[in-house]
């Protein structure tokens, strides 16, 4: 394992804060010398929680601090912005403001937002869920969020469904992208064509691969290398704007399978 960072790289490189079976700060610790950002994956329910205490936060910031590190913050993934039911979305909507007011000490890179339960189609098969309607719902939950953060670091990630549906809502709000590349592969769109339209915008990217069992979030000997080149050298060409490039994946040999890949690219 070297314990260096990638040269050459045409942005920030990052990946997940769970890479070796551990908490979160060993996982910080390990990594530090190795990444220049880490994506924290949080959750809170009412089985299980891994949200860090206050001396734990102030560790994590020393840590960046010492490492030229900085953090991604991946917003609860239970939560429903676009729902019908109120009382949800509100609750929703707390789960991430308590995640915000916790890690705003390190100054985070971006907050990653999941805009969930789109409706299944357009128009939807339900005819009480329309597609307008969870605009609409997704729209006041961004507005509760930009009411809490500078909108621009609000990266809203491209899931399963049509990125054109959320991006009415991205656009008024002057969000960011969050372009999850693997998402885009897994769900057969055109990882080009949404390049072209929205990398422009993107804060972070999230890359991984897909195996051979159409499952994705591994290592980067499962994407296409001729894929990879084209966003490494669109990284490099679309430099304006500062990115986070992060390898969403779980694992170590995911991890370390994944940074000889890029060293070959880059040298």
């Given at each position: 394992?070297?314990?260096?960072?990638?040269?050459?790289?045409?942005?920030?490189?990052?990946?997940?804060?769970?890479?070796?079976?551990?908490?979160?700060?060993?996982?910080?610790?390990?990594?530090?010398?190795?990444?220049?950002?880490?994506?924290?994956?949080?959750?809170?329910?009412?089985?299980?929680?891994?949200?860090?205490?206050?001396a734990d936060v102030k560790e994590m910031a020393k840590i960046a601090q010492d490492n030229d590190l900085s953090y991604t913050v991946h917003?609860?993934?239970?939560?429903?912005?676009?729902?019908?039911?109120e009382s949800i979305r509100k609750n929703s909507m707390e789960k991430g403001f308590r995640v915000m007011d916790l890690m705003e000490p390190l100054n985070p890179f971006a907050w990653i937002v999941h805009l969930n339960d789109a409706p299944s189609n357009d128009p939807p098969t339900n005819k009480h869920r329309t597609l307008l309607d969870w605009q609409n719902q997704c729209g006041k939950s961004l507005e509760d969020l930009t009411n809490r953060t500078?909108?621009?670091?609000?990266?809203?990630?491209?899931?399963?469904?049509?990125?054109?549906?959320?991006?009415?809502?991205?656009?008024?709000?002057?969000?960011?992208?969050?372009?999850?590349?693997?998402?885009?592969?897994?769900?057969?769109?055109?990882?080009?064509?949404?390049?072209?339209?929205?990398?422009?915008?993107?804060?972070?990217l999230h890359v991984h691969g897909v195996n051979n069992a159409g499952r994705d979030h591994v290592d980067l000997s499962f994407l296409d290398s001729e894929l990879l080149r084209y966003l490494l050298l669109n990284l490099k060409n679309e430099n304006s704007v500062q990115r986070v490039m992060t390898l969403e994946i779980f694992s170590q040999n995911d991890f370390e399978k994944s940074i000889d890949v890029l060293e070959q690219f880059l040298q």
């Open positions: 394992m070297k314990n260096q960072k990638l040269q050459n790289m045409p942005c920030r490189l990052g990946t997940t804060s769970y890479i070796i079976p551990d908490e979160i700060l060993p996982n910080l610790r390990f990594l530090a010398d190795r990444v220049d950002d880490v994506e924290l994956v949080l959750f809170e329910s009412d089985e299980y929680s891994n949200l860090p205490s206050q917003l609860p993934l239970d939560a429903w912005p676009g729902t019908t039911d500078k909108p621009s670091l609000l990266c809203i990630e491209t899931l399963g469904y049509d990125y054109n549906w959320a991006w009415p809502m991205v656009e008024e709000k002057k969000c960011s992208v969050c372009l999850d590349i693997g998402h885009l592969v897994v769900n057969g769109y055109d990882v080009a064509a949404y390049c072209d339209a929205w990398l422009k915008y993107a804060r972070v």
